[in-house]
């Protein structure tokens, strides 16, 4: 019977092609519209951690100016002072703990052919590997020790493995960077997580850095720092008076299993507040913030305004065209009125009409749903095209965001048909057949 | 006036509507939602077009910059400064170059906070900081319009990590507006402190120039600053003569490349590709609305068309026997025509107020500005014309219907 009901609705969507036509392109449109700007949407508010984003606190302390807070809306402050930021990393009171900062330094390769490079790297603490997860193709990071004794040591990516090493194995191995000899303790593998949850303070999908070395380094002042700074007192002059400024500029995470942890690593936090206090700092001692992975991306609004307001816009774009879908579909089945009076006469039930009409609906939208998928494709090329490269991984479709759409297109099609094939199956068989 | 419109059968026309309400209900909702989204949607494009139409200031066509990374150890950053920039001023074309801390529209520079008093609770006005010397001006082509440029005596080294900032600045006039009410004219020669407590004159004031961020609502407010940074990092910016500029932007880069091996030029990037590069988000989402618009409006503009032969078909014995009755074909025409300006009009009603509440939502989840009213009487009228272009095929279409048609069964 089903196959029969797919050869009626293929010889009716013949017959009115033109109709058919304009209808399955409207769905078409909409569809490819809608998916576009839903997988931006979907990609941009992904967890890029899903396994342990609820173990993982972001640190915010609020240091800032005593009358006028960081945020217009009173939050705390987004980085830390280093003064606040290693004291809390000394403490380890976590079960693991990752101080850090954006750096920048150049290469030089010891094949003195190729030219210097510059990289972007990240000074990090010793657990940043083991607590976000990253995954290593050779060797490993470095341990607390090497953070304490302020060890050259360098991890570096595949990439930058590739380009020094011809991809061998380089552990052990050293890279000459700002004028210095460091040991590669690991390379690590791909790993690009989006949102780049770790550090989103100059563009939430940014790359992973090329090069990772101890946070200790910083204070030597060998490489450039990089990243934002913000500072509301004047600071003294030279490196040192910045480190002891109230200056921010510094990140921490902290990974805390369960909620106990959570709330004694608090109490802890707001202790230290409250004793700062007392030397004069910490005006709002209680504005202090442990948010995880997700409460921190949605708190720092990652998905763009402009990537809600597109999808706001393809949700309505979708709706006219669903409209247009209902008219015609409408004018198409009362058009069949004598069709359906003569099928009536001959036997077939309401049901059966209703059936036919829905699944008529039905191959339409699949039809619209499969011509929406080559055009979100094609609206996803056109937004790497014109937004540039930072979009490229937000704009892949995977097979949850396919089968969305053939859903989407189906169910659209199938409410659209809902109205129209009631009207279709009101259709008195006396009146159509008098008519004749 | 009654006469008239009994001429214009609106009568039947809105009787006959009445018979077939889903059917005008959805076209006139289509237009509803089309208006909404059309209105929002230019609107949006508007906003970031005036966003990016503001100048910055700069000789845009003909300025670009590079980075100057040194890596060497034991290298005397100030001797190569002076060189460098000494060589880059004597490359025939080149009009004039200096050293900067940052660049306009890039995204990335320095911020800092005026006060018209000195003292630590006191609230400032925001300004970029770009570090220039007495080329500063006629390399980046910004216009002087009062007090006078610096002199080659003011400019001072900054060692990396200082905190002291020289004691005369060149200010915009937005800048000079914001601090002194308005009247820039009265910012010259005043003092001001930075840094809460660090007196500095404006000793002259320039036309435009724009900060590094352009989504930032001070974009207008910069400080040009006598320094020069002795640091490892540091960047060149060049004004070449008019038409010059891609010619001379891979020479120069070769010639600071090999005059010394210690250090890396890296990033050359014209004034202009900035502007894209900052500006490519507006640009794409300008570029997406517009689709969007166009796409939307033919579709029901096609919808319209669709509707309507549908409903022509159904009538064409009625029509046949209208025709047969005495009718002309421009009666018959006219009387389609009317039926979708009916239909349209109401359509146009209720996207007018689904557009006002879709931009009050608009305004109050994205801070944007409200819509101007004029737009919204545009697009009626748009959306007007789109209905009657779009029913016009069918009703001629409609008016060729033979009377003879009524003589016959059915079609």
Redesign the interface.
Known sequence: MFSYYVKLAYLSCKRTWGMTLLMVCAIGLGIGASMTTITVNYLMSANPIPQKSEQLFFVQMDAWQPNNPFNDDGDAPTQLTYRDATYLWQAQKAKRQSIQSGMAAVIEPADKEVLPFMVQGRANSADFFSMFDVPFLYGTGWDHQADLKKERVIVINAELNERLFGGKDSTGQTVRMAGEDYKVTGVIDRWNPKPKFYDISTGAFNDVEEVFVPFSLITEQKFSRSGNTNCWKPTGSGFQAFLDSECIWLQLWVELPTEQDKEAYFSFMNAYAKEQNQYGRFARTDNNKLRDVMQWLENQQVVADDANMMMAMSLMFLLVCLLNTVGLLLAKFLGKASEIGVRQALGASRNDLFIQHLIESGCIGLAGGLLGLVLAILGLEAIKVMYGDWIRDLAQLDLTLVAMAIGLAIVSALLAGLYPTWRACQVQPSVQLKSQ | MLNLFSGLELGPIFRALMRNK??AL??A??IA??L??MV??IF?MQERSQQMARASGLDESNTFYLSN?V???NYNLKTALQQDLQRIRQTPGVVDATQINAIPLSGGGWSMSLQTKAG??IEGTGSAVYMVDENGINALGVELIAGENFQSSDIVWR??????WPPKTIITKALAEAMFEGDWKSALGKTVYI???QPVQITGIINTLQAPWNGWNGVERSMLVPQQLDN??SRFFIRTEPGRRDELMPVIEKMLAESDRGR?I?NVTSMEQTRD?SY??H???N???LT?II??TL??G??IV??AM??I??RTRQIGTRRALGASQWQVMRYFMLENLLISSAGVLLGAAGAVGLNIW?VS??SMSPLSPVLLVIGVVALLIVGQLAVSYPALVASRISPATATRG?A
């Open positions: 889903i059917g959805l076209i909702l289509q939602l089309t909404t989204i929002n949607a949006m990374t890596f060497a150890q630590d609770d060692e990396e990590g200082s905190t002291t840094d809460n407590h490892k990092g890396i890296r590069k490519q988000e640009q794409a989402t570029t997406t609305l969007v796409v939307l579709i029901t096609f919808g669709g509707l549908f409903s078909n159904r608009l989840t994205f059915r």
